[in-house]
């Protein structure tokens, strides 16, 4: 029997660009995570564990990445470690894998740089797939083959690359059926961000999300195998420190805004959440709702990770013949008066207490209603 960790695609280095300020926040992060990945890998008293390509983001992050990493993997020690060079990191003159820091790692880590079979035991063989270049067509497990009559040893596969169930265009595309068509007992892979398992083809996902939108990712992977044959018992075990959240709530009244803070609770604590909130104010007319909402983006702005709001989808409307004449426009005019410091009179003279934001907000809410035509 063997048990190992299977990861992939901690991408140190990440630029996280389109976090803005949180960027370094969310590139430290991945190192916490990694060394609870050391926890992991020695709590369950794995026999090694494989790290399936694109350790790095590319090959120019800079050395302060690479030193860290490598301290992380020194962790390990005594457990055997295997890696391969990935599209985001390939071995080729130059990279990250010639650098003197590099050389610094411990000789459990085993940089698997050729497409050879690797004995790691009489009763446990693996074939890595090392990438040499960033973009290629050309299957990256064509090499692996079948087994010998006479070979009783568990086979393990480690590639990095896309099952083509994925997409018809694949950068270093792999059969579905490589585990059968090569005899592999588990195929360790790389390259997608999310769990995913058909049969003994099974991605691990990235350690840490991305950006949103992925889908289960965040995991490593505890797997066992009894025997050659055998089918892998494979334990997800969830490891991330930030959350990825999109949503679009559908906001027509103040009870729609209960339902969304509802559900807002329920993602706490929102310290480890980026946030993607995109309103769906098609059908709100509610001045009130509008101000609630507001005050529920200021308090995430203060209270999560990250939050990125994007401005409420609103549909122009066709025509106010249900409103009073004019009455858009005289409106447009009292916002404007509050944002000039004025004090109008009317029936809008209550918003004058709002802050600048929040006005400079409704104004903007209020153009997209009328379609325009306001000036």
């Not at 609870?36 to 494989?50: C, S």
């Not at 949503?247 to 604590?269: G, T, W």
């Amino acid at each position: 029997m063997v048990k190992f960790l299977h990861t992939a695609d901690w991408q140190m280095g990440m630029k996280a660009l389109h976090t803005g300020e949180k960027a370094k926040d969310v590139r430290f992060k991945r190192f916490e995570t990694a060394k609870r990945i050391v926890e992991e890998a020695k709590a369950a008293n794995v026999d090694f564990v494989l790290l399936a390509g694109d350790t790095f983001e590319d090959n120019t992050v800079d050395e302060v990445v690479v030193k860290r990493t490598v301290d992380i993997l020194n962790q390990f020690d005594p457990i055997p470690v295997y890696i391969i060079p990935g599209n985001h990191d390939p071995f080729v003159p130059g990279s990250i894998w010639d650098r003197d820091i590099w050389k610094q790692i411990g000789s459990h880590v085993s940089l698997l740089t050729e497409a050879v079979e690797y004995c790691h035991s009489d009763d446990v063989v693996i074939y890595p797939c090392p990438l040499t270049q960033k973009k290629s067509g050309l299957d990256p497990t064509l090499w692996i083959p079948k087994r010998t009559e006479e070979d009783p040893r568990i086979r393990i596969g480690l590639a990095h690359g896309s099952l083509d169930i994925i997409s018809e265009d694949a950068n270093f595309p792999i059969p579905l059926d490589r585990p059968e068509q090569s005899d592999l007992d588990y195929l360790a892979l790389g390259d997608w961000h999310s769990y995913y398992a058909v049969q003994n083809a099974v991605y691990s996902g990235t350690m840490e999300p991305t950006g949103f939108g992925e889908k289960n990712s965040g995991n490593v992977l505890i797997v066992e195998i009894k025997t050659a044959n055998s089918v892998p018992k494979i334990d997800v075990r969830r490891i991330n420190a930030l959350t990825w959240i999109d949503i679009s709530p559908d906001i027509q009244d103040s009870a729609d805004l209960a339902v969304f803070e509802s559900e807002l609770k329920k993602l706490d604590p929102l310290s480890s959440k980026l946030l993607k909130i995109t309103p769906i104010l098609e059908e709100c007319s509610d001045i009130v709702a509008f101000q609630q909402l507001e005050t529920i983006r200021s308090d995430l702005l203060e209270k999560s990770f990250f939050l990125d709001w994007d401005d409420p989808i609103i549909q122009p409307m066709v025509g106010d013949a249900h409103l009073p004449e004019g009455i858009l426009s005289r409106m447009d005019e009292v916002l404007a008066d509050i944002l000039e410091g004025k004090i109008p009179t009317g029936p809008g003279k209550e918003f004058a207490i709002c802050d600048n934001t929040t006005v400079s907000r409704a104004r903007q809410i209020l153009h997209r209603l009328a379609g325009g035509r306001l000036s």
